[in-house]
């Protein structure tokens, strides 16, 4: 008698027909939730469009000055950054999404009360390129390691699939339940993680408590390209300087809630009269947005 098959544990998966309650709760609970349909055929045809000619002109692997960085970005892989720049169709249109903005709201409104973009970086896995070493990313803002679990939400990472994303040409593997581990220096082990398998146009959410990283790709000629637009509470500094990459008539043409988590007009997390302002008013007001 052979043994039964035993089929590996799946993330859940929901529809833009969600609401973002669900979702962020279903996130919360699992560690990450997959959104199908997050983008339409046409947008992902644009983006990708788009962002060929600023990916090809980078070379594959990292400049980084320290080793354990460049092995963490990754041998061959490109990260393209500055996608606000790149791509008209990402601003206009996936920043200016209102299914990303609710869930924006969802994930800080009670607790850090505003919101901005860390970054929006472009991710391109290619073959060869050997698995990502497993990481939180809270662990960039190193007073919430001390606070594990209990910390407060500091990072939300939203990743979205360009391509699609198998277990053969690297998608992002996770830990469910990592989340809630009481030893944060605790990343676990490669077998731990399942694979968030998406389609072209998917997206996946997973909070920054959860252990995850970048699959190996063992394909032959497959490139595994993904977006990834982590959202951040407003109280910590970006990744991404946008402010002083991104340029004024650029801005000018963004819609106000566009411009204002690219930081181009003040916060207001909870308890503060305003932050990231000129002469206690709006930056939008001093730079006549």
Not at 14 to 20: D, E, G, I, K, L
Not at 193 to 206: C, E, K, M, R, S
Not at 221 to 246: C, D, K, M, W
Request: hydrophobic content about 40%; charged content about 20%.
């Amino acid at each position: 008698m052979s043994a039964p098959e035993i089929n590996p544990p799946q993330l859940p998966s929901v529809t833009r027909a969600s609401s973002p309650e669900e979702i962020v709760q279903l996130s919360d609970q699992v560690g990450a939730v997959i959104i199908r349909n997050f983008m339409t055929p046409e947008q992902v045809r644009r983006i990708n469009q788009e962002v060929d000619a600023p990916l090809a002109a980078l070379d594959a692997g990292s400049r980084h000055e320290h080793e354990l960085i460049v092995e963490f970005h990754g041998r061959q892989t490109k990260r393209l950054t500055n996608l606000v720049t790149h791509s008209k169709t990402f601003r206009e249109e996936i920043l200016d999404d209102d299914l990303f903005h609710e869930l924006g709201r969802v994930l800080y409104q009670s607790d850090a009360g505003d919101w901005w973009l860390t970054t929006a970086q472009l991710i391109e896995i290619g073959p060869g390129n050997k698995a990502q070493m497993l990481h939180r990313d809270m662990a960039q803002y190193h007073p919430y390691v001390a606070m594990n679990k209990h910390a407060p939400r500091a990072i939300a990472n939203l990743m979205l699939a360009l391509t699609d994303f198998t277990e053969e040409n690297g998608a992002t593997r996770l830990i469910p339940g990592s989340q809630d581990w009481d030893d944060y220096a605790d990343v676990g082990t490669p077998e731990m993680t399942i694979p968030a398998v998406l389609n072209a146009g998917d997206a996946v959410l997973f909070g920054g408590k959860v252990v995850h990283g970048g699959g190996a790709n063992v394909t032959a000629g497959e490139f595994r390209r993904g977006l990834t637009i982590p959202l951040q509470a407003s109280i910590l500094t970006p990744e991404e300087a946008y402010p002083l990459i991104v340029p004024m008539d650029v801005v000018r043409t963004l819609s106000p809630r566009v411009q204002k988590i690219i930081g181009f007009r003040s916060q207001y997390p909870a308890g503060s009269p305003g932050l990231w302002q000129h002469n206690y008013a709006d930056l939008a007001d001093h730079l006549q947005l």
